[in-house]
């Protein structure tokens, strides 16, 4: 037997309808706050990953699924949403239109990394961007956004951890401190193989790193440090400012850098209880260079993106009620041929008023169909045998008060659209 691929998995329809409700609420709480759904191909070009997130970082070099096709160019599966985002605001000149614009995205990103709980080779994220702004309260809206689909969701056991990356010229003074603090001996012999190689290369990505021994030495040579600009300080002071108006709590963490090279200034990552290591569920940034350095004008933008692989296991780590139902309002139970048909028409008239309902397709017996609605858990059953074909009518039960009540054809759609209000 074929099985799926390691490191995917199949969305079953039980929980697919959770997906959905979480999807359609997201949807609704950023249409509230102006952001218009964007949606780009799963395969791009190589170069705009390696350009755009960084040659040495983890998802470059190790976690990309990249090939080349038939006319010879190297294409790979998007590892991430911001960089395709940002090719198609600028490829379609969005930006010529209205500078300012505010997009968001739901959909599948893959990385090849060794699977586990919390980390598929395919998985889905719901993200946002605007691009356009350099204010600081666009940090902050976009914070909001992320802690308000967090709880529309559900999810109550987070914590928002923050940071402040600076300017280009502050990243690289951070980067020059951290090369000498861990440069000396014995502290380098400490780091992992990857550590030592960004040791050199990009040191930032050090802070990053998923090696629990390195956690340790980072955190054990390296606290804090002076390397943020003037401007770059009073924008980080406006960002805490605004979260402070909107009452959301957050935690200072210096080693919040995030794993992409575009990230400046404000960083942020959300993380949930019960996870283990794969605990991020959500994080993002201000990016201000990203749009000039793909050709564009110089605009600032901010973005994250949420994972919604990890935000079901917290839900269900924490216990949270997220069972959907089917959401079936009618099945229609039958005896007999002529009955049947009857009840076919009928689905056809309900499902034009927008009534989900159903009927059985496999010539059960009236009792082992009502076993079928209480499995759907329908809120109505309409039975219709041969009696009631004489009567020109039918009997609707409620599955909840067992009550029942004889209905005529021509009413039908009318009484079952009473006992749903």
């Not at 218009?36 to 395969?43: A, D, K």
């Not at 599966?77 to 505010?102: D, H, S």
């Not at 993106?305 to 139902?325: I, P």
Request: one cysteine or more; a positive charge.
């Amino acid at each position: 037997m074929i099985k799926a691929i390691r490191g995917t998995k199949d969305i079953l329809p039980d929980e697919s309808r959770r997906w959905q409700k979480i999807e359609d609420e997201s949807r609704g709480i950023l249409n509230t706050f102006g952001y218009n759904e964007i949606r780009t191909p799963l395969i791009e070009e190589t170069g705009l990953f390696v350009k755009t997130v960084g040659e040495d970082t983890d998802i470059v070099k190790k976690e990309m699924f990249s090939f080349v096709d038939r006319g010879q160019r190297d294409i790979s599966l998007r590892p991430e949403g911001t960089a395709a985002i940002v090719r198609a605001y600028l490829e379609n000149n969005l930006y010529k239109a209205q500078t300012f614009q505010k997009f968001f995205y739901i959909g599948p990103m893959f990385r090849a990394e060794r699977p586990q709980a919390g980390r598929l080779r395919q998985f889905h994220q719901i993200g946002i961007e605007a691009i356009g702004s350099n204010h600081p309260a666009l940090d902050a809206e976009v914070i909001n956004i992320l802690i308000k689909l967090l709880e529309a969701a559900g999810l109550k056991n987070y914590q928002l951890k923050l940071n402040n990356l600076g300017c280009r010229e502050d990243r690289k003074l951070l980067s020059k401190i951290l090369k000498e603090a861990f440069s000396k001996r014995p502290t380098v012999r400490l780091l992992c193989d990857d550590c030592k190689r960004r040791l050199k290369a990009n040191p930032l990505r050090m802070l990053d790193c998923k090696n629990e021994n390195c956690k340790r030495v980072v955190k054990g040579h390296f606290k804090t440090a002076e390397y943020l600009c003037k401007d770059c300080k009073e924008h980080f002071d406006e960002v805490i400012r605004f979260l402070n108006l909107l009452k959301i709590p957050y935690l200072a963490d210096p080693y919040i850098v995030r794993g992409l090279d575009y990230y400046t200034r404000t960083v942020f990552e959300v993380t949930a209880q019960n996870l283990g290591a794969q605990n991020a569920i959500g994080a993002g940034g201000r990016y201000d260079n990203l749009i000039s350095d793909m050709g564009g004008p110089k605009l600032g933008a901010c973005g994250f993106a949420l994972g919604l692989d990890r935000m079901m296991l917290a839900l269900t780590a924490n216990e949270n009620s997220m069972s959907e139902k089917n959401g079936l309002a009618l099945f229609i139970a039958t005896i007999g041929k002529t009955a049947y048909d009857k009840a076919f028409s009928l689905l056809n008239e309900l499902r034009n008023d927008k009534i989900s309902c159903d009927i059985d397709y496999e010539n059960k017996s009236l009792k082992s169909q009502m076993r079928a609605a209480d499995k759907m858990e329908a809120r109505l059953v309409l039975i219709i045998g041969d009696d009631e074909i004489k009567r020109q009518e039918a009997v609707l039960r409620d599955m909840k008060t067992k009550e029942q009540t004889n209905v005529k054809f021509t009413g039908i759609v009318d009484m079952v659209k009473a006992k749903l209000e």
